[in-house]
Structures are given as C-alpha cells and as structure tokens.
C-alpha cells in the first residue's frame, strides 16, 4: 500500500516549456487535489476532484489544467512554463468530501527558469 | 467563510521543554480540525484530527490539541520536546461550505527544538 505517489520528485524547465505531473492513489479515494507550496503562504489549492468524471478550480487555477484520468490517477498539466510557477507541488487524495483527513503524497519541486 | 489563524510564525522550544503551537479558527459551521507536519523537503503528515467528539484530541509522536469552542482555538501541545520534533505545522480547517473535502491551511508555525 503506496498511499499518495507522485512523479517526478524533481524538475528543471524553461519559461514556455510544458510538463505533466503525476498523481496516483491506492487507497480507493474518491477525491483528489493539487496544492502549490510557496515559502510563508501555506499551500494553496490549484485544482480537485471530488469524484471521478469531475473536476473543478480551487484558489490559484491560472496556467494549469488536470484530468482525471481513473478513479485511481488524477494529472497536472502546466501547458507553458512561468517562473511564477516555480513551486513545490503535492498531491493529496481524501476518502470522500466531507470531514475526511487528506493523505498527501512527497510532493514534486519545480523550477522553471 | 472558514479560515484559520496561527498566531506564531516560528517558536523556539529547548529539548524535554513544552510545546505549545497556537490556532485560532473562524468557521459557520461545526468544524473539522486538523494538524498536519511537514518534515524538511517533505510531503504532510496528519498528526490528530478534531471531528466533534472529545475536545482533547491525542494524536501521533505524543501530540495532542484542544478543541475550544468558546475561544475558537485548537492549539497543539506536547509535554516534552525532542529533536525529531523541528518540523512545519500546519492548523487545518475543513471546508464544510461547499461539499468538496476542500481543506483551509494555516500560514504554518516553524518550531525550532534546541539541544
């Protein structure tokens, strides 16, 4: 039982480059999240997914998009690269919306130069 | 609106002293509580959550908080520090306005362990 996985750990890109993060779960949740951690700002809620087939903005939605892709896998996509965008990234998955705890993966560091 | 206030950005406890990290909450409903750490270059780590039953919460590495609801404070505390404590914490309320599991973080408290 992996819980939260995520990939990769680490990545270097140039401003107008593209990626794909990583986020897969197997502990049968149904909800997902991304979350960017920026230093004395917490984290900050990117995007979710309450249930497979959806998906919705959270606080920060600009210069991404994400699928979900099974219940088990939900992506980030960052079409073109901002500096702003350097960031730790995590993804946390809960078991149901609700009064549930979320279990967050080991997050992914990105730096865009 | 929910939201959530920690009082101390960073406290600095010496080795075997207490910890006491502060959380104030702001909520329309009853709600549910978390405290999280982040170990350095780390993912989170849920250390107790309060969901309306006992007010005095237990939780991992022995971490415990109080749910006050007439102070709207859930502070953490621990009697006795050790090294291994030195981390991030996070306050967390339950977003309970929209049915998403969405989560409200605290800026954070760094505690400092000094030997």
């Known amino acids: 039982n992996a819980g939260v996985t995520q990939t990769p750990k680490f990545q270097v890109l140039k401003t107008g480059q593209s990626m794909t993060l990583q986020c897969a779960q197997d502990m049968n949740h149904n909800s997902m999240y991304w979350y960017r951690q920026d230093p004395g700002m917490g984290l900050r809620l990117i995007y979710y997914s309450a249930s497979e087939g959806t998906t919705d903005k959270g606080e920060v939605p600009n210069g991404y998009n994400v699928s979900r892709l099974n219940k088990r896998e939900f992506s980030l996509r960052l079409e073109s690269a901002a500096p702003s965008q350097t960031s730790v990234y995590f993804c946390?998955?809960?078991?149901?919306?609700?009064?549930?705890?979320?279990?967050f993966g080991p997050g992914t560091r990105l730096t865009v130069t | 609106a929910q939201s959530v206030t920690q009082l101390d950005s960073h406290v600095s406890v010496s080795e075997g002293t207490p910890v006491l990290l502060r959380c104030n909450y702001s909520?329309?409903?009853?709600?549910?509580l978390f405290w999280y750490v982040q170990h350095p270059n780390k993912g989170l780590q849920l250390l107790l959550k309060?969901?309306?039953?006992?007010?005095l919460v237990k939780g991992i590495n022995g971490f415990e908080a109080e749910f006050k609801k007439s102070e709207t404070s859930f502070h953490l505390t621990k009697p006795s520090a050790h090294m291994s404590d030195a981390a991030e914490y996070f306050c967390v309320v339950s977003d309970l306005s929209s049915n998403t599991g969405k989560l409200i973080f605290g800026q954070g408290t760094t505690l400092q362990v000094k030997p």
């Open positions: 946390a998955s809960t078991r149901t919306s609700g009064t549930y705890e979320q279990y």
């Open positions: 309060y969901t309306s039953a006992a007010t």
């Open positions: 909520s329309s409903y009853s709600p549910s």
